[in-house]
DNA sequence: CGCGTTTTGACGGCGCGTTGACGATTGCCT
DNA sequence: AGGCAATCGTCAACGCGCCGTCAAAACGCG
């Protein structure tokens, strides 16, 4: 999942840009200075920055000429206060990629994160499915539930691509049998059962409401 | 030099910019309809496009779509008078690398300009990628470990390449030989295999963590 | 023709899918 | 309410198929 790395010094808005990051499937990480925002922007690998234009220890430009000096390629995106056009035309010359000024739209800011994101690796979008606090990555067989990560078999990720993506409704056997092996009928094994308890026990971390429900005679419905 | 073109039905406007851009050293070229600006995007090279949002033939964002559908990774600089929030998100999301509302300073147009250009050719030019302590010299097919120089095989080469353009994703053999081979499918050979064991011999000294992983079903991944 | 590189094919190990037995739970019927 | 049958859940073990390995053959370039 992308990291973008976020060099604010004022806690709130830090706090609302990593939420708003967050909920656009980004894992965000705060640097309160440019001291620290330099030092993580160099050892970790993000595939963005926000940068704070003024900060208390250093101006925000010197972070960003200084990350690009050092051959970091990771698109920056500076906001600011500034809203003069000579400001703007200077945070863009010293090596940012793109220019916000506050206040601003969250939704804005994350469009333009994920721009420069999408220049960066125009290849492989992922393809990510949602429920609630439930997301799956189809091609990593990666699913996420509170934030925790869980590896899922083949298997398992195909079954839970289904219910996915079809979300409260009951599923037969028969309809799972359909589409998971291609059967068409239902061979009267217990095959669905077992990975229905591996979804379960993989998915169902103890305090979190299980999500996936037997209906009884009938097959099996993905709800809260 | 670089080549800009203007797509934008206001002749006034179309001249204004293309001066900017000419003082700057670029060299400007113009087209007054959307129609007219696919044709000469799609049949020329040029380093970056400005793009009027509203044309008398057709919807600006209409014009930014069908340049990325065809494949055309040329940055666009969206210039539009809708200074709302969700046509800015709206511009971003169509396939714009950049939204700039009227009126606006010539100077930061040729700023966002040059920004655009100078991503895309650090994008494409760049001679060695990094990744932890693993860097590739796309040139000379070297890597180094820890310091250590590693000489790789074409093939392997090419093969570490997208796994540094694609650094803790899983990558699968389709999007392999699709990338490497140029199959689009997978011919069922261990032919990747092979050459994932190359590089792991090579690149994994012993004292060091394994980097390329196996993601049983799915791929592999570049990681830690 | 000779060298360096890529591809092929065979073989073995092990992870994952499947199976079957058995226990638990549900709902109907007496 | 209680018993019974049907349905579902759990567990461990088997075995197929994917993946790793190796060496030899095919390829391409000079």
């Given at each position: 999942?992308?990291?973008?790395?976020?060099?604010?010094?004022?806690?709130?808005?830090?706090?609302?840009?990593?939420?708003?990051?967050?909920?656009?499937?980004?894992?965000?990480?705060?640097?309160?200075?440019?001291?620290?925002?330099?030092?993580?922007?160099l050892t970790g690998i993000f595939s963005?920055?926000?940068?704070?234009?003024?900060l208390p220890d250093m101006d925000g430009?010197?972070?960003?000429?200084?990350?690009?000096?050092?051959?970091?390629?990771?698109?920056?995106?500076?906001?600011?206060?500034?809203?003069?056009?000579?400001?703007?035309?200077?945070?863009?010359?010293?090596?940012?990629?793109?220019?916000?000024?506050?206040?601003?739209?969250?939704?804005?800011?994350?469009?333009?994160?994920?721009?420069?994101?999408?220049?960066?690796?125009?290849?492989?979008?992922?393809?990510v499915l949602r429920y609630k606090d439930?997301?799956?990555?189809?091609?990593?067989?990666?699913?996420?539930?509170?934030?925790?990560?869980?590896?899922?078999?083949?298997?398992?990720?195909?079954?839970?691509?289904?219910?996915?993506?079809?979300?409260?409704?009951?599923?037969?056997?028969?309809?799972?049998?359909?589409?998971?092996?291609?059967?068409?009928?239902?061979?009267?094994?217990?095959?669905?059962?077992?990975?229905?308890?591996?979804?379960?026990?993989?998915?169902?971390?103890?305090?979190?409401?299980?999500?996936?429900?037997?209906?009884?005679?009938?097959?099996?419905?993905?709800?809260?």
């Amino acid at each position: 999942m992308a990291r973008v790395l976020i060099i604010e010094d004022d806690e709130a808005t830090a706090a609302e840009i990593a939420r708003a990051l967050g909920q656009r499937g980004f894992q965000p990480e705060h640097a309160c200075t440019g001291e620290a925002g330099l030092e993580r922007a160099l050892t970790g690998i993000f595939s963005a920055i926000t940068l704070d234009r003024m900060l208390p220890d250093m101006d925000g430009l010197a972070v960003a000429e200084s990350l690009k000096a050092q051959g970091l390629d990771t698109p920056v995106l500076v906001i600011s206060a500034l809203n003069d056009v000579d400001e703007r035309v200077r945070g863009l010359r010293a090596g940012g990629d793109d220019y916000l000024t506050k206040p601003f739209a969250l939704e804005e800011m994350v469009a333009r994160v994920e721009v420069l994101i999408r220049r960066r690796q125009s290849d492989t979008a992922r393809l990510v499915l949602r429920y609630k606090d439930l997301e799956l990555d189809l091609v990593s067989h990666t699913a996420r539930r509170a934030g925790r990560e869980i590896r899922l078999f083949p298997k398992e990720s195909k079954l839970l691509e289904f219910f996915l993506r079809n979300p409260e409704q009951v599923l037969t056997r028969t309809m799972i049998f359909q589409t998971i092996w291609g059967y068409g009928f239902d061979p009267g094994t217990n095959l669905i059962d077992v990975h229905i308890r591996g979804l379960r026990q993989k998915l169902d971390a103890p305090g979190l409401p299980p999500i996936l429900h037997t209906e009884r005679g009938a097959g099996y419905r993905l709800s809260c």
